[in-house]
């Protein structure tokens, strides 16, 4: 982002303009600190180089974000829990494989 002189002056401007509307007396030191501050950088040479703004990409859903990733981590934890279910049950329910009396019985080895 580049600054010219007239931005930083227009800046100053606004800033010393807030102040005069402004009753708090803590707001208006600030505004008016803020306009020296614009009008000390039109007073350098040449237009300011600034780096672009931090929070320049913005992120628009991050409630919709963290739900997303609460719901498939629950979706993930319910289906290995629902594998671990099914295992134990088709264990619990398996045929006795005991020899019967008849297979005692009976001279054919099982």
Known sequence: MILHAHECRA????ARELARQVKRASTKTALEQAAEYWFALEQQEG???LPPPFASHVDGLPVFRYL??????????MLAV???????ASN???VSKAQT???LLSDKPY
């Open 11 to 14: 800046r100053a401007n606004e």
């Open 47 to 49: 237009a300011l180089h």
């Open 68 to 77: 997303v990733s609460v719901g498939i981590a629950l979706f993930l934890g």
């Open 82 to 88: 629902s594998a671990q279910f099914e295992s134990r």
């Open 92 to 94: 619990a329910a398996a």
């Open 101 to 103: 009396n008849a297979a």
